[in-house]
C-alpha cells in the first residue's frame, strides 16, 4: 500500500527504496454531454475502458499523471465526471492543462480525495515537475518565463536525485508536420535549463496523440497515445489513425533509468470516424 500525503503545494509518495510505479493517461477529451464523442469515439466510455483495463492488470500504481486535454468543451460537468470517474483506481492523481483545457475551472473542479494540485512531487529518488504549457485559446503552447523560473528553481532546490519534467506540449519535432506548428513554442528555452542538470533523465508528455520514444542524450523523451482517438505518426496534413485508445506505465528506477511500456485496449470495439479532417 503506498504511503502518500500532501504538504502544500508538493505530493510526497513514498515507495520505499523500489522503483517509483506511475501510470501516464492523457488527452481524454471529455464533454459535458455523457455520450459526447470525437470523430465518432465516444469519450467517457473509452476512458472507462482504460481504467477497467489497468484495474484488470494490477498495475499497483503510486501515481496517476494526467497529462492534458482533459476536457474537450472545458465545462464544469467533463471535469467532474474526471474526477469521479479516476477515483476508482485509489491512486493520487496530479495533472497539468492541455489545450482543451480551462485551468482555472480545473483547479476549482478536479477535486476529490485522490486528486492533488500539487506540481511538484518527490517520489523515491525522484522528482516530478508538472509544467503548464498551455496558453488561451491556443491549440500551440508555450511554457513563458513564470513556469522556465518554477523549474528553475526546483532544479536549484532539488534533493532528490533525478528530475522527470512534465508538460503537455510536444517540445521537439516529431515529424507530423501538420503538428509541427502546434508544439511548445519556447522548447529553446526549455532545453536550456535542461541540458544545465544532469539530474534529468526524462521528459514526458501529450498532446500528439500517439507514441514517441526517443533519446535526446541522457534524456528519454516520451509522449504516450490518447486515452481517446490516436494521430496517425509521421503524417503531413492531419489524420486519424487506426491504433486503439493507450496509457503509459512507467517505472522510474532506484538507478535513474526509465522502464517503460504503452498499453493499449484491445477488448473493444470503437467507431471512430477516419474520414474526418479537422481536430
Ligand atoms: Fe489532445
Redesign the pocket.
Known sequence: MTRWKQEQEELNIQVDGRPAKIIQI??P?IFKAKKGSLLGLETRKSLEAILDNIQRQEINADLILAT??ISHDQSPESYQYFAQTMDVLETPICWIP???DDVFQMSELLNSEYISRAKKINIGDWQIVLLDSSLTDQVYGRLGREQRTFLQKSIQSLTSKYLLPVLHHHPVDIQCQWLEPLGLEDAEELFEILDSCSSVRGLLW??I?QMYDQYRGKIRMLATP?S?IQFKPLSKEFAADSESPGYRILELDTDGKIETQVKRIKHIEFTVDYTVKG?
Open positions: 492523457t488527452d477529451h492534458g486535454d492541455g489545450n482543451h501529450g498532446h496523440h490518447s481517446s481536430y
